[in-house]
């Protein structure tokens, strides 16, 4: 535990700077008949130079509180729409803790002001109807700053460490440039990198969805846009960033991003290469670059897996020694009526790891456990284009069409060295040398017409999509010292094994939607749509002399109508009632030849009620599952630490039923924002496992069980302490699973439960400046339903201490500390890892933005990466090998 010091020294030795005098101001605005005006803003100017010094809105009171106002001369704007009032001078003092202003009287103004702006020589803040407009010139910014350093001067708004944006508690949903989207709706790319002084208006509004703007009724759900208007110096100019980095071990990282925006089109690139076991970009950016373009929406797509997506990896827990290639492309231009964007991706990896894998089974009366020493190598890559053209066609018609098509790739070979120890079945040790290479081009295609008929509220939406994938998965197995005797094709065995699995999907569908509005608050909804959905599997497998084929079709066919009501009520709330009809074929071909006929009616319920500060959700829906062609294929397919998975051709649908709810509360006065997830999943007649042990190997095979639960369950609140100047955020969360299995035969009820809570307190120093303490706790719990089955059970202490102090503009230093405690578990002992990451930034630059940035990593050289995790009768420790300790040196070059 010694490490705490240094958690401790973090907290401490910032806790001597002084606290600055200041004052809170508050008042209640009324009009002249002293009536309050709830939404009136209060503006505080600095007198001497008018720049912004704080900001409020009035509660439904009329009531608004400035605080930490600092001591200087003032001048109070008050703004209502249709009032007006002089300017108020301010005074305050060392001595002012709190000025009470009293009422605050508005006078008619003779006149409506809804776009029209007061006359002064500058307003920091105005609406213009439902618009919040803030002239970015009235914020001071330093030379460098980025669009980012600007928004978190905006009264109202906030940016959090991996640059989410919020407006009065809410997220920001969409961040746009020139009244355009901004590559996918990617907000850090350009928050992150445009200079600051390249904004001329920052709004904020609730964006209208399509379907909106064609019914002409709002659909209550809110879509908090900002917009950021670029005055014309800056436009079609490059903006962006370039780096280089070499550090000790011969570690690298370099790369970077460039973009140019202009009224008629926008263009981005993006690339970076690194062996630092940075996958992709920081802040995910590569992630979600390019990742929504080219998807459509309609019944299908919302019930479907994508693919083709971005392989998105934690920052922190990179195990192994990974060499990494990320790029992007992305151009948008108006074409015709429309915006037209193309999009290129590219992601290239080199991973080697050295790992140790413990599992424990539960069993009757025992644990099965299972030590794997494994050395693992793997090379992958994927490619994706994509496109999307969005066009209004006149102004009662919508079109949009997308189409992507991915290209991705595998090759991976693992040593595994298997150590087994089992008291009902006896002890093993073997090695398993297995190689796969695989192949995969896939594509996605959908068309979208939207329409208004006539009268509004009436509308109807045409869709049509589809799918295709070819996965080629070829792969040897070489066994030696296995004592199994098994008579299953495909698992493990003595010698050298061969599997090329070849797996061939395409789907296809179409829907039709329609609205009508029965009265102002009552309109009725209907969807017909129908989906062909046909997998193919041919799995060829060969051990010596041995041959065995399995070739299987399955085609899952979905006739689906829905039809339903929805009320509106209030301000924005509604009330959602519908009933679906699903006609579902399921047919099977090839070696099993079977075809069956389902027929479900489920029900649908979605409400959302808003508060003042604050709305809720509950939702509930319903839909068949069909088993996949994996889940039906009959050869097995092993793996290094003997689990092996077979499929079971007689498997039927499941039905899943889904309940959720979410609340959400946001006081900006009193600095108070809760929020709440829940959900619960009943899965009938679902797929569950039946596990079978052997003297060496697990195996599961896919069975339909009675049912099955999982539930999910969020909690969070961040609170604003004045003391602290800062907030505390508590949150916690809860998930698991009940479901029926099979463990050599014998049914058994398996009950998975994942639990963590966890404090965070953040105090800020100054704009730049910051100090963070936190402890997370977690445990992992597997059981069965008796009483004499053993319980595994594992426990995690994760305490963090991060700080970041910018000294000067020329200096900055960072500084992030991670304990990680884990309790002794039944198969895996007690450990502790220490992870402190230091760095310093110069900018000997200042006009031009240039830095260079160093740092050092693992700093106690723990060189170690530790997951736990629970699963139905299993539950997983993984300790794989990192980077250790070493030290880089970057070059930022700016471009603005």
Known sequence: MKYLFYLFFSFVSLSSIGLIAQADIGATIVDSSGVSLPGANAILLRASDSLLISFGTADNKGDFLMENVPVGSYLLQISFLGFERPDQTVEVTASDQYLGLGELRMYPAGFLLSGVEVTADRIPIRMKGDTMMYDADAFAVGDNAVVEDLLRRLPGMSIDANGSITWRGQAVQQVMINGKPFF????????????????????????KSNQEELSGIDDGEDNTTVNLEMKEDFKAKLFGELYGGYGSDNRYDGGGKIFRISDASQLGALGTINNVNRVGFTGDELSSYNQNIGQGGGWW???SGGRGQLPVYGSDQIPGQNRSIAAGLNYGTSVGKGQLQLGYSLFDRELTQTQTVREAFNQDQNIREINSQQVDGSDSYMHRFTLNYQADIDSTSRLNMNAAFSLEGSDENSLSAVSVRDDSNGNQDYTVDQASDQYSPNGDFGIDYSRRLGKPGRTMNLEAYGDFGRTENDQSIFTVGLEDDLNLTGALVNGLQTQDRLTISDRVGASVQYEEPLSNKLRWETEVSYVQDRSEGDFQFELEEDRVSNLLVRKWNTLRAESGLNYRFGRRNSLSVTGNYYGNVLDLSGDVDSKSNYNYFLPAMRLRVRSKKGFYRLSLGASPDAPSITQLQTIAEPGQSGRVTVGNPDLEPAVNYRFSGSYWFNDQFRAISANANMSVSYNDNDFGNALTFTSGQQIYQTINVSHSWSSNVYLGTTVGFDAINGEVRLFGRAGGSRGQGFVDGVSRLNTTTNLSSGVNLTTELNEKSFLTAGYTYGQNRNAFDDEDAEVITTVTHDLLGQFEIEFSPKWRFESRFLYRIFEEAAFAGAASIPDLRLSLEVR?????????????FDVFNQNTVINRQAQAFV?????????????LGTFHFRIK
């Open 844 to 856: 000997p630059f200042r006009k031009a933005g240039h830095y260079l940035r160093f740092g050092v």
């Open 875 to 887: 539950t997983t420790e993984t300790e794989s090998d990192g980077l250790g300790r070493y030290f």
């Open 301 to 303: 797509r919302r019930n």
């Open 184 to 207: 996918a709706g990617n907000s850090t790319l350009i928050t992150q990198n445009l200079d600051a002084k390249a904004i001329k208006n920052v709004e904020v509004f609730d964006q």
